[in-house]
């Protein structure tokens, strides 16, 4: 993937693009906010990560000025500004997704997997009505589950859960990413919600000996793999 | 003195009345007195012409002059006799040296020499009436007596007392009127003084009070509050201001020191170094987490957040939750029970959620082994009521003032984890929903009792 980079801080630069290129992508770095637009103007990338407080423009306007410039580019935000006045407003400017100063580069690699996975907007109509993964068969209009032709009876946010997962197969998922968008929890709850969530889905999933297709990621989250090896 | 406008104004109105009703009395006696003298002073001029008349022309003419002049007992038309009606009827009366009537039949009897003030009369029209009499001995033994009716007086002293006590009306009506409308003036004015010092005092600083250009004292003081409200509200923001850049400040730095740790972690040498760094690493993130949550409680308090408030079922809310949590519970052997009306009420998802998990997982984590849930949600008139309670190990009753302060843990050994900022943040949820929330008396465990405006359902 193509993948504009704006962040002023030289460390944290270095660290961002060694990290996403040793994924396998392809990194535009721009320390400043005027010549980060004029790039997501002249070029096209497949994801924009911008840091909000930087020199020239903030990364905020860099990303209203380009949508409204037309970009539709999945746009995530880096900043240590953490209010929830702050958050919305990144995500009402534009912004596909917010990630919080500091965080686990894992975290961003899995965040970007997610925003990656995301059909553009126009193709929303033709949105996937049923998810398949490893003989798993996710039927998003009858609200049904299939493992290998037997039902599954989820409950409706062990059934989100799984939504999530099989929309993004053989791609980390973060606990985080997994309050935000099955649980729709802006913060970070001492229990752990996502993991007794997760364990009744997978007993019932793997009700009569099947394979387990949820790892865990430890200390990251969890993925759902495609193929048993 | 009174020290409320209504009490002054009643005094002052009172005692306006009090002034009339004086002046009143002060018209009357004068009025009484000068029309008494009036009466006086013709008696005696009437007098002095009869007894002239008596001197030059004998006791015989003196006698039918007085016959003459007593219109009401003969045919003499005297040019007082008709008069009676508007108070200028005059009475005579003469006797001889025996005592006995020669004319004027209207006095019944005849009074004795001098002036006499409440005189018994008969009117030519059959009423009867009181007079002031002058009666005067005659050189040849006789008496003759000139009276004039008292009725001119009482009517005068009617007119005035009317009038004084219309006059005590219409002060009592105006001054009534006028209190009420001064009294309404101030207090419209005082209710927008009160509702925004209301407002600040529950942390919207961007309250003014509003000033309608009349220049009046109000608006004067209103300007001086504003001013004041100005500044309070420039420091709380400077104030916020300064937090959110030390965060930020602090977290770049924090955040690069995690970056190193991570990085270093991948290359680490050994087991050992890979647990040091891995500590490090949760050590930091509670740190961050601990920053985090301090800025949140006083984001929340700063009530920016009402402006995304947005009706919404406080029951939906709190179902997603019990939901949420309910594997949790099971996983322990304990048991969360809901039983939830609908109530819709302004506010923020997000913050409620929050506030519900973090008492649900101080239940989780304070109330013991074995201590099971309970919420309840109800409507109550214009109130959501929801009551959030354990049937665990309960806090000692010294500590339940406390335990809405910052960073307070009742744990003395602070051996769990966690910052002590969870109820402070549910309070001041709460309070940005213009709730209350209060730890109600239970025989067991702990209730909260929380409570919050609810909107008009729609049904």
């Known amino acids: 993937m193509r993948i504009l980079l704006l962040e002023d801080d030289q460390d944290m630069r270095d660290y961002l693009a060694r990290g996403l290129k040793e994924l396998g992508h392809h990194v535009v770095v721009e320390g400043e906010g005027k010549a980060a637009l004029a790039r997501t103007l002249a070029e096209a990338f497949d994801i924009l990560v911008l840091d909000r407080m930087v020199p020239g423009l903030d990364g905020l306007t860099v990303l209203k000025l380009a949508r409204n410039a037309g970009c539709q580019s999945p746009a995530i935000i880096l900043s240590a500004m953490s209010g929830i006045e702050d958050r919305v407003a990144g995500l009402e400017g534009g912004a596909d997704d917010y990630l919080i100063k500091p965080f686990a580069f894992a975290e961003l690699a899995a965040r970007l997997g997610a925003l990656a996975r995301r059909p553009p907007p126009g193709d929303r109509a033709e949105a996937q009505l049923m998810l398949c993964v490893g003989g798993i068969e996710l039927d998003l209009i009858r609200r049904t589950v299939k493992r290998s032709g037997r039902i599954i009876d989820l409950q409706p946010r062990e059934f989100s859960l799984l939504e999530y997962l099989l929309r993004n197969p053989d791609r980390l998922v973060t606990r985080t990413m997994l309050l935000d968008r099955v649980w729709n929890f802006g913060f970070d709850p001492k229990t752990n919600i996502v993991e007794t969530h997760m364990s009744r889905l997978r007993t019932k999933l793997n009700e009569g000996g099947a394979e387990n297709l949820i790892r865990t990621i430890r200390g990251s989250g969890y993925m759902i793999v495609s193929s048993a090896s | ?459």
């Open chain 2, 1 to 459: 003195m009174p020290r409320t406008i209504k009490g002054l104004s009643i005094l002052s109105a009172g005692i306006s009345g009090l002034v009339t009703l004086a002046l009143g009395a002060v018209a009357i006696f004068i009025s009484h007195h000068e029309i008494e003298a009036q009466i006086d002073h013709r008696l005696e001029m009437e007098m002095d012409a009869l007894l002239d008349y008596h001197t030059t022309n004998g006791a015989a003419s003196l006698a039918r002059l007085v016959r003459l002049r007593d219109g009401g007992a003969t045919n003499g038309t005297g040019y007082l006799a008709d008069s009676g009606a508007d108070g200028r009827l005059m009475l005579y009366a003469l006797a001889d040296a025996q005592g006995r009537r020669l004319a004027g039949s209207l006095i019944p009897h005849i009074p004795p020499t001098g002036w006499s003030e409440f005189l018994p009369i008969r009117r030519p029209d059959g009423s009867k009436g009181v007079a002031q009499a002058l009666s005067r001995p005659l050189p040849d033994g006789g008496q003759i007596v000139v009276a004039g009716d008292r009725d001119a007086l009482s009517r005068a002293d009617d007119r005035i007392l009317i009038a004084a006590l219309v006059g005590l009306g219409i002060i009592l009506l105006t001054g009534t009127v006028s209190t009420i409308a001064f009294g309404r003036l101030v207090r419209r004015r005082l209710v927008l003084i009160s509702g925004t010092a209301q407002g600040i005092i529950e942390g919207d600083y961007t309250r003014r009070i509003p000033i309608d250009g009349s220049g009046s004292e109000f608006d004067r003081i209103s300007t001086i509050l504003n001013r004041m409200l100005g500044r309070i509200d420039m420091l709380m923001r400077s104030l916020r201001q300064v937090s959110s850049d030390i965060a930020h400040d602090m977290r770049t730095p924090l955040g690069r020191i995690r970056q190193d740790m991570e990085a270093l972690l991948l290359e680490a040498p050994d087991d050992a170094t890979t647990q040091t760094l891995e500590r490090t690493i949760a050590d930091m993130d509670a740190l961050l987490d601990l920053f985090a949550a301090l800025l949140g409680v006083s984001e929340v308090q700063g009530l920016a957040v009402r402006k995304r408030f947005v009706p919404l079922s406080l029951s939906d809310i709190l179902g997603e939750i019990v939901e949420a949590y309910r594997p949790a519970f099971d996983d322990e052997g304990r048991a969360i029970t809901a039983s939830l009306t609908d109530v819709t009420i302004s506010g923020d998802a997000q913050l409620l959620k929050r506030a519900v998990a973090n008492m649900l997982e101080n239940i989780l984590a304070h109330a013991g082994d074995g201590a099971d849930a309970t919420i309840a949600l109800m409507s109550a008139g214009d109130e959501a009521i929801l009551t959030i309670s354990d049937d665990g190990s309960g806090i000692a009753a010294d500590d339940r003032d406390r335990i809405f302060e910052r960073l307070v843990r009742l744990d003395p050994t602070r051996s769990k984890p966690g910052h002590g900022l969870g109820l402070s943040m549910v309070k001041a949820i709460i309070h940005a929903h213009r709730g209350t929330i209060d730890i109600m008396p239970s025989d067991q465990g702990l209730c909260f009792m929380i409570r919050i405006p609810a909107l008009p359902s729609k049904a």
